[in-house]
């Protein structure tokens, strides 16, 4: 069997899209290893339309009873080892293997695969990786209860992190490697009237961390001056940003040098006819769950289009 569509990742790209896909009749299948995507690990969310507040855990949940609801729509929960092109004529045939052995063939694909936290790549983080270096704030606050942490990052994520710690470590540091934070003010302005915040870094660069067993402290560089100090601390949460998860489609579809999926913005399509995408998985310029979601339906209706073209 050849399914109209498949779909590859359960947040807010393949939810959106899953739901389009179904609602147009489409014979779809979605395959992802978990729902919610990279909102899953946030406790408080406050900007997903029609909720003024949810966390990533109940998000991800409306997003599989909204998947499941969609009749005659497929899901497959398993991971997405390969992705083919198996036929040129008459129109293009692509091929989906899963980690779990499972191979299934369709006329379109609908990437929503999303990214990951990137890393510092510096001396000590691998080493002290769950031993003080940590990449969710939500996730392990608690675990630094008491204790001197600091934040990589000036966006939002990192702001959210900082607020995130605050209710549990006894001092709070944020490095930020411009002179100016990229986040909301409001978040920016929340977390400088803490008592337990003690400050922002500009221009500043973690060049290594160190410690014995556990994490115990990291050097820094100002990027100005070039001056290097050091800074005792028993947490490093790193927040700067993410990195498509594309590496198994850039054979397939151009990318740019960071490795976004080059889109069509107008209707999700990417350089390889029958390939569509959204979400934090292409050059789309805002990473945001409701943008993502509507770029899907973009490409869910785009995808729709482009069968019907096909069978004339």
């Known amino acids: 069997m050849i399914y109209d569509t498949i779909i590859i990742g359960g947040g807010p790209t393949g939810t959106s899209a899953s739901i389009y896909a179904a609602r147009k009749q489409l014979k779809a299948i979605l395959i992802t290893d978990s729902f919610g995507g990279q909102s899953v690990v946030s406790n408080d969310i406050d900007n997903w339309i029609g909720d003024i507040r949810i966390s990533g855990f109940d998000l991800a949940q409306k997003f599989e009873a909204h998947i499941k609801a969609q009749p005659g729509l497929e899901t497959l929960v398993d991971r997405v080892a390969k992705i083919d092109q198996v036929s040129?004529?008459?129109?293009?045939?692509?091929?989906?293997?899963?980690?779990?052995?499972?191979?299934?063939?369709?006329?379109?694909?609908?990437?929503?695969?999303?990214?990951?936290?990137?890393?510092?790549?510096?001396?000590?983080?691998?080493?002290?990786?769950?031993?003080?270096?940590?990449?969710?704030?939500?996730?392990?606050?608690?675990?630094?209860?008491?204790?001197?942490?600091?934040?990589?990052?000036?966006?939002?994520?990192?702001?959210?992190?900082?607020?995130?710690l605050l209710a549990y470590a006894s001092e709070v540091y944020l490095l930020n490697r411009s002179d100016e934070l990229k986040g909301d003010p409001q978040t920016a302005e929340k977390i400088q009237k803490h008592p337990n915040f003690k400050g922002i870094l500009y221009n500043t660069v973690v060049t290594d961390i160190f410690g014995g067993k556990l994490m115990t402290g990291i050097h820094y560089q100002n990027l100005k001056t070039q001056e290097i100090n050091e800074l005792a601390i028993t947490g490093l949460f790193i927040e700067i940003g993410s990195l498509p998860n594309s590496d198994m489609v850039k054979h397939l579809v151009d990318t740019n040098q960071i490795g976004e999926i080059i889109i069509d913005h107008k209707y999700s399509t990417t350089s390889r006819a029958g390939i569509f995408a959204a979400g934090d998985i292409t050059d789309e310029a805002y990473k945001q769950n409701n943008i993502s979601a509507g770029d899907a339906v973009k490409a869910a209706l785009s995808a729709y289009n482009y069968i019907h073209k096909l069978e004339g």
């Open 88 to 164: 040129e004529t008459p129109y293009p045939i692509y091929e989906v293997t899963t980690e779990g052995g499972k191979t299934f063939q369709t006329k379109t694909l609908i990437l929503g695969m999303g990214a990951h936290r990137r890393k510092l790549d510096i001396p000590g983080e691998a080493e002290f990786s769950a031993k003080g270096v940590a990449y969710c704030a939500t996730c392990d606050a608690p675990f630094f209860e008491g204790q001197k942490v600091a934040v990589v990052g000036g966006g939002n994520a990192g702001l959210e992190s900082a607020l995130d």
